[in-house]
């Protein structure tokens, strides 16, 4: 078998489905209503998919383990509010965002110690991590709205998540960057091969010698610091933290763009470029209802019954090919 | 007491896996009120028997018939409501129920399609009545030590009213004082009409209660011991049977220094068990013992999996602290694991990817892998040992088990071993396979590897064993040289006395 058939076997077990999706409710949509086309209007799902994007794929690295990050959206409302206030008491803004991100980092690495040390289950570990880190960031906030005003003093930062170069939105050039180099350590690092190996059988990699703990605790930094990474263009891109609702059950879209990916729960599957695409349908997703005049009470319903359609046509697929 | 009708006859059963024949017309009677013993080495077919009585696998071809009537169980609950109980060796009680809700497992009582506690509280009390254990209902087993746990399970298995009743090594957790317990609650069992089948490696509780002892070897039907010949010597002798010819092919190796010395080594399983012995390097040492003798946690703790409680290790005479297997790896120990399909391997990863995995370090260039160069070492290294595969891309899921087991091989021999532990290396795997992984482990002895057989088939430890080790509760209880080793020699230091 060459490389070029095993990349085709790839291609059509992993991403191909999601992106036929993807374009079909992209036709569907712009044949009803034309304005999605509209440069505007790509712009701004763009501009949502770059961020939600990057913290999709550093959810993903921990659903290849077998693990789950049900803390995401709090520790949104967490940084943001740090963010917000070290700014606010004049922090430089280098240091208010490598404290931002440091602080995803710290959260990553206490997650890792508590599911590989302490052995407890990543569910739990990160149930009670959305509890705690929520009370912590509207306890911190006084529970008031944080914003950035005019960013007096940091007048570069707001454009990163806002602003676009080349008609394209920077945050969906950093998702392309952050994406390019995860693709290269999931798919060719020698860390991304352990990974898949302990997700799928933390045992037989043990026998093999890999050090399944480290592995799995570098997943949860790389989860922690693309948070953290988010947590700052999200805070731009909203310009005010009401520490109470902000990021209120991002996570969710987070395992779902994973699992439309093509990760398994079950840990030990996982494509970068299944998870940037199913990001994206999200976005699209929640575009369509909107333009197509769905009452948006119904969006979450759609979602869910978009993401069950994608997952059970994977599944259906899956056994037709062990048949 | 109806000892008219036999309880429980099996006829002419046979049953064949993929390239193993398990059973081959065997036949076994128990009478009411009878204890039968079935014997036989690890292998004989024991298990295969008793399952094929408990509808977990079906038989080729026989007949079974209950009571006078013919049976075919198709399920475990089938089995069941035929009357017969089963106590397996290991625990299938659950510790997350009280003693009650264990006992009426699966049966229980119901009232308004609710549970019936009081009538299940009653059952309870009497079956642990029936076994002499002093428990309330509502204690939860977690709560309970293991020996009182195994009571659990008989009397769970008494609360049925089983006609027959399956004993598979029942006193392997069971203190001396717990088994004479058993013995008494057996005596009694026999005096109600209950056939009972008692499957032991501990022959001192044959004799001391068994009516008669069916024997079984490779499958066949051995022989028959009446109760005035249930000795030790008698039933060994029996199991044993005949004498294996030496293999022609064998090449007596002369081997080197110690590699390998273990002193008092001992492991979770038995802590009061210790482990001493030395490995040459170019010999092959062969593991026997009983089923939890604790031979794969001894490989496991070796290799660093489970690392050991107390003890030393040396390795080329420096002691050496196994803590994990990066360590053992690291010092060139490697281990082929006994379950090839979750240990061994990922089975969901290709050939290469299985076999690259814990040499991935040495075809990097900056973390990432070079697909070059580990293209081309795993193609050498999977056509080394003749891996039968259309392409090292297949999933180890889709190989057979003797190429499984050469891709686990082929990941470790690339790395220059010093000292090879193979814990069951063929298991599973058919004849002329077995042939080719035994060629693979003479190889890696002549170029002056200490090697580790662990085995419970018999004949593959006499055929590949320069010497062979006896492991008993964790204790090595004997070193045979090749010409002494035998069965017989083997089996005698293996069995408990007691």
């Known amino acids: 078998m060459t490389n070029k058939a095993s990349l085709k076997t790839f291609l059509a077990r992993k991403e191909l489905g999601i992106f036929g999706l993807l374009v079909l409710l992209c036709l569907m949509t712009s044949a009803q209503n034309p304005n999605f086309l509209r440069p505007e209007n790509l712009q701004n799902m763009a501009r949502l998919t770059g961020i939600y994007g990057i913290f999709s794929l550093g959810l993903a690295f921990v659903v290849i383990t077998g693990g789950i990050d049900l803390s995401v959206g709090s520790v949104f409302a967490l940084l943001g509010v740090a963010l917000a206030m070290l700014l606010e008491r004049g922090a430089p803004p280098v240091m208010a965002v490598l404290i931002t991100v440091g602080l995803g980092a710290a959260i990553g690495v206490l997650h890792g110690i508590l599911v590989t040390k302490v052995k407890l289950q990543p569910f739990l570990v990160t149930l009670c991590g959305l509890l705690v880190y929520r009370g912590i960031a509207r306890t911190v906030a006084n529970d008031e709205t944080k914003g950035f005003g005019m960013a007096k003093g940091f007048e570069w930062l707001p454009p990163i998540a806002n602003s676009n170069t080349l008609g394209i939105p920077n945050t969906f050039w950093l998702l392309m960057l952050v994406a390019v180099i995860l693709w290269v350590v999931l798919h060719r690092s020698v860390f991304g091969r352990h990974l898949i190996a302990v997700g799928r059988s933390e045992d037989a990699a043990r026998y093999a010698g890999i050090n399944a703990n480290s592995v799995i605790m570098k997943a949860y930094i790389i989860c922690g610091v693309l948070t953290g990474v988010a947590s700052i263009l999200l805070a731009f891109f909203t310009n005010t933290v009401g520490p109470a609702t902000h990021g209120n059950s991002y996570e969710l879209y987070g395992i779902a763009a994973a699992v439309l990916g093509g990760c398994s729960l079950r840990g030990g599957e996982g494509s970068v470029v299944g998870v940037v695409l199913g990001a994206t349908l999200l976005r699209v997703l929640q575009n369509l209802v909107t333009l197509l005049h769905i009452p948006s009470s119904l969006e979450f319903a759609v979602t869910g019954a978009v993401i069950m359609a994608g997952v059970l046509t994977d599944e259906i697929l899956r056994r037709r090919r062990k048949a | ?498």
């Not at chain 2, 009650?100 to 009653?122: C, Q, S, T, Y």
């Not at chain 2, 199991?239 to 110690?258: N, Q």
């Not at chain 2, 690392?307 to 281990?335: D, E, F, M």
């Open chain 2, 1 to 498: 007491m109806s000892g008219l009708v036999p309880a429980l006859i099996m006829s002419g059963i046979s049953k064949r896996y993929p390239g193993v024949v398990a059973l081959n017309n065997v036949s076994l009677s128990v009478m009411p009120g009878e204890v039968v013993a079935l014997l036989g080495e690890n292998g004989a077919g024991k298990s295969t028997m008793m399952k094929i009585l408990g509808g977990v696998v079906q038989p080729d071809s026989g007949t079974v018939t209950i009571g006078g009537t013919p049976a075919k169980p198709a399920s475990p609950a089938d089995a069941g409501k035929l009357g017969i109980a089963f106590v397996h060796q290991e625990l299938s009680v659950l510790d997350n129920l009280d003693v009650a809700g264990n006992i009426n497992l699966g049966r229980e009582p119901r009232k308004f399609g609710m549970l019936d506690v009081p009538a299940m509280h009653a059952i309870a009390s009497k079956a642990t009545k029936r076994v002499g254990l002093d428990v309330h209902p509502t204690t939860p087993l977690s709560n309970l030590p293991i020996a009182h746990r195994q009571l659990i399970e008989i009397a769970r298995a008494l609360a049925q009213d089983a006609k027959i009743l399956i004993l598979d090594e029942p006193t392997s957790s069971l203190t001396p004082t717990e088994t004479a317990t058993l013995l008494d609650l057996i005596r009694e069992l026999k005096s109600q009409g209950v056939a009972v089948v008692y499957i032991t490696h501990r022959l001192g509780e044959v004799t001391a209660v068994a009516d008669r002892a069916v024997v079984l070897r490779d499958g066949n039907n051995a022989g028959e011991l009446a109760k005035a010949e249930l000795t030790h010597d008698r039933m060994v002798a029996a199991m044993v049977g005949r004498k294996i010819a030496g293999d022609i092919s064998y090449v007596p190796l002369t081997p080197g220094e110690v590699v390998l010395d273990v002193k008092d080594l001992t492991t979770l399983r038995h802590p009061a068990g210790k482990a001493s012995f030395t490995l040459r390097a170019g010999e092959i040492v062969g593991m026997a013992g009983l089923v939890g003798a604790g031979r794969t946690e001894l490989a496991e703790a070796l290799f660093g999996i489970t690392p050991a409680v107390t003890g030393t290790i040396s390795l080329s005479g420096k002691p050496l602290a196994i803590t994990s297997a990066q360590t053992a790896i690291a010092n060139r120990l490697y281990l082929v694991p006994e379950d090839r399909r979750h240990h061994g391997l990922v089975v969901s990863l290709s050939i290469r990817e299985n076999i690259s995995l814990p040499d991935l370090a040495n075809m990097q260039t900056a973390g990432l892998v070079n697909r070059v160069q580990e293209n081309r070492i795993t193609q050498e290294r999977a056509n080394a040992l003749t891996v039968k595969a259309p392409s090292v891309e297949m999933a180890a899921a889709n190989l057979s088990g003797g190429n499984q087991q050469k891709v686990v091989l082929a990941r470790w021999l690339a790395l220059s071993p010093k000292v090879m532990i193979f814990d069951e290396p063929t298991r599973g795997i058919d004849v002329g396979a077995k042939d080719e992984i035994y060629r693979l482990i003479r190889a890696l002895a002549a170029e002056n590897v200490a090697v580790l057989v662990i085995s419970s088939d018999m004949e593959e430890v006499l055929r590949i064993s320069d010497r062979v080790l006896v492991l008993r509760n964790g204790e090595v209880t004997g070193s045979i040289p090749r010409s002494d080793a035998t069965e017989e020699s083997i089996l005698r230091l293996a069995v408990h006395h007691d």
